[in-house]
Structures are given as C-alpha cells and as structure tokens.
C-alpha cells in the first residue's frame, strides 16, 4: 500500500486539475502531466448510479498509485447528498492528501466535514489532523460567506470559485473579459488573504478559445490568485509559464530578503535596496518570490 507523506498546509499549486475518478486510465499516470494537484472528482463528473463504482477506483487508485510529488486532493459530493459521508472515508482510508467540500456555503459545512474527516481518521489509524480541506465556493452565499468559510478549520488551505454554478446563481454567461465574475473573484481573494489561506480561480472550459484562456490567466496572475482550477493537461503549461516570476523580480527579491536579513541583525528596521526604501512589510512577499522561483527552477539560494 502506498503511503504519503504528511501534506503541506502550504505549497506551491499553481495548477489543480480536475479529473474523474472512476476513470483508471486516467487518473493511472496523471503526475506525469507536471502539475502541482491533481482534483480527484466524485461529484460532477460521476453519474448518480456510479459513486459506489467511483469510490472503488478511487481508493485503489490512493492504496496502489505512486504520484511523488503531484498532491492528490478529492472533490466530494454535497452535503445534501446521501454520499458525502462515505466519500470521506474512502478518501481518508486512501491517504488522500486532502478534501475540496463541493457546494460550501457556510463555516457550518466546513466543521461539519472536519468532524467526519476525524473520526475517519481515528477509524482507519490515521494521524488525526493528516487531511487537509478546500472549500469550493459556487453561490453568492458561499462568496458572502468567504472568510467565515476559510477561517473555520486549521486544515483549511484554501478556497476556489466555481465559474459555472456560480453564474447559474448569478443569471449571467461567461464574459470574456471576466466582468461577470470580478466582484466575487475579489471578494472571494480579499477573504482569503484576510484568513491567512490559498486562493484558486475557476476552470476554463473553451479549449480552442487560447488567446481567452491566456487573457484569464494572467488576469488570474494580477488579480493575487495562487493558481488556477484545469480541465485538460494542455493547460498546464502556460498557467506554470504566466505564474513565474520574471528573473528581474527574483532578482530583487533576493536583494531584498538578504538586505532585510543583515538590517535585522544589526537592529535596523528600515533600509534601502536598489534606491528604495524597504521595511519588513515586503519580505513575507519576497520570500514567497523565492520559495515560487527555487519550485520553478529558476532559483538555488538558500534563503528559503
């Protein structure tokens, strides 16, 4: 049986991609497509009359797949549906690295699933604490409810909007320019932060609409997004390429980060690099610079 390693509360998951469980060819191989999460689903994308099969393949796939270092996260179904409950403990049976609760809408559902998620883990002899949650937020009550969401749980890592339930909500299509979901993008991004957690926008679904998906993602990049919800591995590479830093801002960040260093050591708490005037407030984002560039490869220092 595998068994991984204890997940991280944070990591770099610039891509997360989505993909059914029941299907054994294809959630077989998939670390080798390159991104950071793959998205186990039990919900969408199983038909009603299919779960038990779902959740069969989807703990044979946990208990006998190797996927180094790709995290494996599983969505599951409602909690207003009968399924929920079983999901999670075949998922934490499994090792699965982490839950994305489908349909959250309250710090209420978040507790609700914690609970369940640790008597798994007492069932099965796993350390309690070991499975992280995600909470996906697809209404307006969910968006409203963002940061109660995101701070209602240590095993809380993050949050994502889903595009398609939540302009169902909303009455509105998809717009091009991103204006038929930028308040919620921003508010969900604002709680997020505020709560100390990750944030991931919503897939996209036109895959022949490629100058679209790169206008998304780099609005994704500007708007504070830490990565981005995929449907196929064809999308992996440009959301890796847009999320990189620029070696100009590693640069910097490092000047920075080892400036701030040698001016804490010395009980200085304001000092210049580059001409500019920099305080601790800076660092916290330059580290995360360094930690983004060493995963890109793009760094080999050691001051992350």
């Not at 260093?261 to 916290?284: C, L, Q, S, W, Y």
Request: proline residues 3%.
């Amino acid at each position: 049986m595998i068994k991984r390693p204890k997940p991280e509360r944070f990591r770099l998951r610039r891509t997360m991609m989505f993909m059914n469980a029941q299907k054994p060819g294809l959630i077989k191989d998939a670390y080798i497509y390159g991104c950071d999460s793959i998205m186990l689903d039990l919900e969408d994308a199983v038909a009603e009359n299919q779960k038990d099969a779902a959740r069969f393949s989807l703990y044979h796939a946990l208990t006998t797949i190797d996927y180094g270092d790709t995290e494996v996260i599983v969505r599951i179904n409602g909690l207003d549906t009968p399924h929920w409950q079983e999901d999670i403990r075949v998922c934490v049976a499994g090792g699965a690295d982490g839950i994305r609760i489908a349909k959250c809408e309250s710090a209420e559902d978040v507790k609700t699933v914690e609970k369940h998620v640790e008597m798994a883990e007492r069932e099965f002899g796993v350390e309690v604490g070991r499975t992280l949650l995600m909470a996906a937020l697809e209404s307006p009550k969910g968006i409203l409810n963002a940061y109660e969401i995101c701070s209602a749980s240590e095993r809380m890592f993050g949050c994502a909007i889903s595009g398609g339930d939540f302009r169902k909500c909303m009455q509105t299509r998809f717009q091009r320019d991103g204006i038929d979901m930028l308040v919620a993008r921003g508010q969900m991004l604002m709680a997020a932060r505020a709560a100390g957690v990750q944030c991931f926008d919503t897939v996209f679904t036109d895959l022949d609409d490629e100058e679209g998906y790169e206008a998304e993602v780099r609005q994704n990049k500007a708007m504070g997004f830490d990565g981005k919800s995929l449907i196929n591995p064809k999308q992996i590479r440009l959301v890796h390429q847009i999320f990189a830093p620029t070696q100009k801002e590693v640069m910097q960040a490092e000047a920075m980060v080892r400036a701030f260093r040698e001016a804490a050591a010395a009980g200085i708490g304001v000092f210049t690099v580059n001409g500019k005037m920099v305080d601790i407030a800076f660092i916290p984002g330059a580290e995360r610079t360094l930690r983004l560039a060493k995963a890109c490869g793009m760094y080999e220092g050691d001051l992350v």
